[in-house]
């Protein structure tokens, strides 16, 4: 397995992976995939890494700098963490994802910005279940909310991870 930065180049095959892990509602297809990775590469540096198993897209990782979603309330950068995603198969990769991820927050200064994301239950408690990991890596579980998403049907829960020093 090897991790590569993930580009626009890319969209087609995260649009492909993202179609055999989520029903149609849950993906954002190949033009918002590329206008994403677009987007951080132009504003924001482009944070989102990729593992590979013979050339075939097994896992990945896609998260750029943003507002707070509660931007209400907290008025500062985050990294957003759009989607992870990990084939079955290969959940051992995980870690080679994170790691990768961890030290390009370091190499481009980003290390220490709260990280936000949106999650379906799943993985809410897939991150609760590998808090440990997490922390390894110096981040805390800080906050979550629970909403219902109407234009899903779907209950979905904001979390946001601060640096554990903090």
Do not use: C
Not at 74 to 92: C, W
Not at 129 to 150: I, M, N, S, V
Request: net charge negative.
């Amino acid at each position: 397995m090897k991790i590569v930065r993930l580009t626009p180049k890319h969209a087609d095959e995260i649009a492909e992976l993202e179609k055999e892990v989520y029903a149609p509602p849950f993906q954002h297809g190949h033009e918002t995939i590329r206008a994403n990775l677009i987007k951080s590469e132009d504003e924001s540096g482009n944070l989102s890494w990729g593992l590979l198993e013979n050339d075939r897209l097994v896992g990945y990782i896609t998260a750029w700098v943003d507002e707070s979603h509660v931007k209400e309330y907290i008025q500062e950068d985050v990294i957003f963490i759009d989607d992870i995603v990990i084939v079955p198969d290969y959940r051992s990769g995980l870690y080679m994802i994170l790691k990768a991820f961890s030290k390009s927050l370091m190499k481009e200064g980003k290390w220490g910005l709260p990280i936000e994301g949106i999650a379906r239950r799943n993985a809410y408690e897939l991150y609760t279940k590998h808090r440990e990991l997490l922390e390894k890596f110096g981040y805390e579980l800080a906050y979550t909310y629970e909403y219902q998403d109407e234009s899903l049907n779907e209950s979905l829960i904001w979390v946001r991870f601060e640096n554990a020093a903090s």
